[in-house]
């Protein structure tokens, strides 16, 4: 088969690197691909979002399965215009993936449909949204309506860190003009269930969990993820049913009898909470970084499961019992203003397996592209040797603009 991968970062690389380990796949592209992206596909230089050229260029390739990797090109309705045309594509419809494009509409499927989520309020005005923070406990969690790479939640200590969040949000359309959620402030660790997802066939896959702050101890500004490892031995067989039984199928039911049934990765970001667990987000795609830690330990062929979930058919993932931790080398800076452009050495003695988020060749160098640049990725019989493994390769790598977190894992390792 010819397969198109469309994304540039690690996540694509990930979807790259277990393409390439199917039987079934001939020849795979990406678009528009990176550095080492590049070492497993034929990158072609056509933008996520550049529908039109997306679809042509699959059609004059015969390319017999797409998968979308970024939010922004299921936004853009490349799943759409591709089913239009015939083409087979794995990830969701437009309206399908409002789950992640629109936070109030996930929050009001989920009031409507029962399933277990933080109190929330929605609003357009700046004022109201002030004063109703104004006359609540912090602290308060303030989420921009709409796509914003990862960074449009705030949870603001402050009535003036709210205060910013909020004027960022309403009045000085930082993300662009758009509503802003108001959630109630939930406690205990996070963790991403996803699922593939087929109408209302749904396969979990194994759990993860992210590092969203920048440097160790969880300190620092919120980034789009430092890190993530599998599995997770604070969340339960039982934690896990339920996660499945009562938040991820039940979705899956809701969008179909919405008349906008899903199809492709549904990513729940879900919380254990002294109260249950609950779902702080929806995503509509593979998660970034967490597939990279979850896709190394499938051992089914994708290509089987990608083609159940675009044809509607049956699957059954099957998955390795060994643990992966994973992190990630990112521009100083990063999330904020960084430099492009350094070169990275030592790529060649990394003893696992490297996944590129922000990278391009310059000559026969490799150097920064990004604010996320490298994931690094350890297995082991546990977690601990995982991370020790994963370590060892970051210790290999040089470069003089990059940073990393070393407590990937405390969750599990460290408490």
């Not at 939010?71 to 794995?90: H, N, T």
């Not at 702080?280 to 994708?302: H, M």
């Amino acid at each position: 088969m010819n397969v198109l991968v469309i994304g540039s970062g690690g996540r694509e690389h990930a979807i790259v690197d277990a393409l390439s380990r199917s039987a079934r796949v001939g020849k795979i592209f990406c678009a528009p691909g990176n550095a080492g992206i590049a070492r497993q596909a034929e990158c072609v230089p056509i933008g996520d979002t550049e529908v039109e050229r997306l679809r042509d260029f699959a059609v004059a390739h015969a390319v017999d399965l797409t998968v979308v990797g970024p939010e922004s090109a299921l936004a853009a309705g490349v799943v759409d215009a591709f089913k239009a045309a015939g083409l087979r594509i794995f990830g969701p419809t437009k309206a399908a993936a409002r789950i992640e494009s629109s936070k109030e509409f996930a929050k009001e499927l989920m009031a409507k449909y029962g399933i277990p989520t933080a109190g929330f309020r929605a609003f357009t005005d700046y004022a109201e949204a002030k004063a109703y923070v104004a006359a609540r406990p912090l602290p308060a969690v303030l989420k921009y309506d709409g796509l914003a790479a990862g960074k449009g939640v705030v949870i603001a200590e402050t009535m003036e860190e709210a205060d910013a969040a909020l004027r960022d949000m309403l009045l000085d359309d930082k993300f662009g003009a758009g509503k802003v959620v108001v959630e109630d402030f939930l406690t205990g660790p996070e963790f991403s269930l996803l699922c593939f997802v087929s109408g209302r066939k749904v396969w979990p896959m194994v759990l993860a969990q992210d590092h969203k702050r920048a440097y160790d101890g969880d300190e620092g500004p919120n980034t789009g993820g430092m890190g993530a490892y599998s599995p997770l031995p604070f969340v339960t067989a039982e934690d896990e049913r339920y996660a499945l039984e009562r938040i991820m199928r039940p979705v899956a039911e809701a969008m179909a009898a919405e008349g906008v049934p899903f199809e492709g990765v549904l990513y729940g970001g879900l919380m254990k909470t002294p109260q249950g667990i609950k779902v702080i987000e929806f995503n509509a795609r593979f998660g970034d970084p967490e597939t990279e830690v979850v896709l190394p330990r499938l051992k089914s062929d994708i290509v089987d499961i990608f083609c159940a979930v675009a044809d509607g058919g049956e699957a059954s993932p099957e998955w390795h019992d060994f643990a992966t931790l994973g992190i990630v080398l990112a521009s100083k800076g990063y999330p904020g203003a960084y430099e492009k452009g350094h070169a990275i050495g030592g790529l060649d003695r990394v003893e696992g397996t490297v996944y590129h988020m922000g990278t391009r060749t310059e000559g026969d160098r490799v150097v920064t592209a990004g604010g996320r640049v490298l994931f690094v990725v350890g297995k082991g019989a546990t977690l601990a040797e995982a991370r020790e493994r994963a370590l060892a390769d970051v210790a290999r790598i040089e470069c003089d603009n990059l940073f990393h977190r070393n407590d990937i894992g405390h969750w599990a390792l460290d408490e």
